[in-house]
């Protein structure tokens, strides 16, 4: 049983569009968050949210906005998609907040932009 | 100077070698050392874990910390195939709402 899923595993659509990845943990942790890999492999925060509430809000365009309808799903809307947001987006999760805990991650969306 | 350096290589190893990772890093503050494992099309997973400077072995693993050198190595030992991935090392504060600081990653290759 997958510890923190997502979907779609790949999403390739036009400039322009938006689109929504889902992520969900069966994990009971409390915290989940938002990662973008870009091609050079570098792991970057976008969000964090202690049980359904926003925490972490990095320098992110507001054409992105994670949503947790509850503890065990954040889902992340992407308004208007540029070339430059082609990259993989990792959810994760840890049992509670601090930079202490470590940190579950599902297997990623692979965003290509046309 | 970023953060946290890791050599992202490749690097390429015969089977049986012993392999050494590393990872150096700016910030003293840092209490907390992780290594992740990502193979390709993957999400990383946890590898090992550290709590300030020190040495730890999970099998045929071995994560150090030297903080005085700010410098964290991994030891891979009988390397195998199934070794080849990303290795990345992270680290951090303890408490709040801090996020770990990544490396880059260093890819590893391990051929028969």
């Known amino acids: 049983d997958t510890a923190v899923s997502q979907t779609p595993k790949y999403l390739v659509t036009q400039m322009g569009n938006d689109k929504s990845i889902k992520c969900e943990q069966n994990?009971?942790?409390?915290?989940m968050y938002w990662y973008k890999q870009d091609s050079k492999k570098f792991l970057k925060i976008m969000f964090s949210?202690?049980?359904?509430?926003?925490?972490i809000n990095e320098t992110v365009p507001n054409r992105f906005s994670p949503k947790s309808p509850d503890k065990a799903h954040l889902n992340l809307h992407i308004n208007s998609l540029e070339l430059g947001d082609s990259a993989v987006y990792f959810c994760?999760?840890?049992?509670?907040?601090?930079?202490?805990?470590?940190?579950?991650f599902g297997d990623g969306t692979r965003l290509s932009i046309l | 100077q970023k953060e946290v350096e890791q050599d992202p290589g490749p690097l390429s190893v015969p089977e049986g070698a012993i392999v050494s990772l590393n990872c150096t890093y700016s910030?003293?503050?840092?209490?907390?050392f992780m290594w992740y494992r990502q193979y390709s099309r993957k999400g990383p997973e946890l590898l090992m874990y550290?709590?300030?400077?020190g040495n730890k072995e999970d099998g045929r693993f071995t994560a150090q910390v030297d903080k005085s050198s700010k410098y964290i190595s991994l030891f891979i030992r009988d390397s195998q195939p199934s070794d080849s991935a990303t290795y990345l090392c992270a680290m951090t504060y303890p408490g709040g709402s801090y996020i770990p600081t990544f490396g880059r990653g260093t890819s590893l290759i391990v051929h028969p």
């Open positions: 910030n003293s503050a840092f209490q907390y």
């Open positions: 994760a999760s840890s049992s509670r907040q601090g930079g202490d805990q470590p940190q579950h």
């Open positions: 994990l009971g942790h409390d915290t």
């Open positions: 550290t709590y300030s400077s």
């Open positions: 949210y202690n049980n359904k509430e926003l925490i």
